[in-house]
């Protein structure tokens, strides 16, 4: 991910209204996405957060994937979505 890309991503992911999938996959063809519940990531710590999400990067340049700290090394991101109240 290069800082252009990750600016434009950033705006999408700060909407009030979760983004979909097939929207992210659509304006970013080289990302993978994924998405899973938040609890399912309880005790990482988030790339970022937005107001429905916590945002982790994810590097699948080897063996399995991992989650990576560094936009550079990102291949895509796994949305961790919130309960909304």
């Not at 998405?35 to 399912?40: G, V």
């Not at 982790?56 to 936009?71: E, N, V, W």
């Amino acid at each position: 991910m290069n800082e252009s890309d990750w600016d434009r991503l950033q705006a999408i992911l700060d909407t009030k209204a979760p983004p979909s999938l097939v929207t992210l996959r659509r304006a970013f063809p080289g990302l993978a996405f994924v998405r899973c519940d938040a609890s399912d990531m309880a005790g990482h710590r988030p790339f970022c957060v937005t107001p429905t999400a916590d945002v982790f990067l994810i590097d699948g340049h080897g063996h399995c994937i991992s989650l990576t700290p560094d936009p550079a090394a990102a291949s895509g991101l796994l949305i961790a979505m919130r309960e909304s109240s």
